[in-house]
């Protein structure tokens, strides 16, 4: 029998430029480049900004906004960066982001989908601590075990990094896994690979931020990109807190689907 599988989603709402604006350093405390960077994206992304259409010019979107023009070209500098945009001179900016090649990682909503590896994907393992614990603020349902351990794995497609985690796993049932294991199965695969073990309630929370300096490193983004933060945590049939994982994806590769019928 499946264990029973609940799911919880907070976003963030993205604004839709279809009206100009002033940007406020104060109100935000975002530099103004990083404002324009944050909406331009969202105007690409969303479709606003149409694949190998011109944008508006530096001039029109420094009126626009009511920014100085370095700012508007500090914004551009961090798309281009990214590969959204490509600028010409004499010719102008234009979209050169693709749909099709960015949404390539899902995070599913379903416990199958769950279980299954991303196609192409290689693991590498990071880092690994004995005698862990959880945070103390999370997770307070089940009862926690006497050790885990803590491992951190990042996940890449085609060279590039998409998911970095950390895995806190029962030591007693880390022991039970196979060292290849670690660097083919994502980690509630891991888990459900171990004989014996029952699931009694597992739970996923979805929140979207932005990326600090350190996960801007680890996973190739800008400062500040967007990202997907996935909490997952298990409690077995025993009520044992078995496992808790926390990853980070890249906010521009993912897709999340959800049947509502």
């Known amino acids: 029998m499946e264990p029973a599988l609940s799911y919880v989603r907070t976003m963030n709402s993205q604004p839709t430029l279809t009206e100009s604006r002033p940007l ?3 109100a935000t405390g ?4 990083l404002q324009l960077s944050t909406l331009f994206r969202r105007m690409i992304e969303s479709g606003q900004w149409q694949t190998d259409s011109q944008i508006p010019t530096v001039e ?7 920014v100085a023009r370095a700012t508007v070209r500090q914004a ?5 960066n990214d590969g959204l945009i490509a600028r010409y001179r004499a010719k102008g900016t234009f979209v050169t982001y693709r749909p099709q090649d960015q949404l390539w990682c899902e995070v599913e909503t379903d416990w199958s989908g769950l279980l299954r590896s991303r196609p192409g ?4 393992l990071l880092s690994e601590e004995t005698g862990q614990q959880p945070p103390a603020l999370i997770d307070t ?3 926690r075990a006497r050790s885990y351990r803590r491992f951190k794995r990042r996940h890449s497609r085609d060279g590039k990094p998409f998911l970095v985690a950390y895995t806190y796993l029962d030591e007693t049932l880390y022991k039970r896994l196979k060292r290849e294991d670690l660097e083919t199965k994502t ?3 891991l888990l459900s690979s ?4 029952k699931l009694e309630d597992v739970r996923q929370t979805l929140t979207i931020g932005a990326a600090d300096v350190v996960t801007a490193r680890e996973l190739g983004v800008s400062l500040n990109a967007p990202v997907a933060y996935v909490h997952r945590s298990a409690v077995d049939s025993n009520g044992r807190l078995v496992m808790v994982s926390d990853g980070t994806y890249r906010g521009d590769i993912v897709r999340l689907d959800i049947k509502l019928k």
């Open 24 to 26: 406020d350093d104060d």
């Open 30 to 33: 975002m530099p103004r480049y």
């Open 60 to 66: 029109e979107l420094a009126a626009e906004y009511g």
């Open 76 to 80: 551009l500098g961090r798309l281009d």
């Open 121 to 124: 994907a290689t693991i590498e």
């Open 141 to 143: 349902q089940g009862e």
């Open 187 to 189: 980690a509630l695969s």
């Open 194 to 197: 171990i004989r014996g073990v």
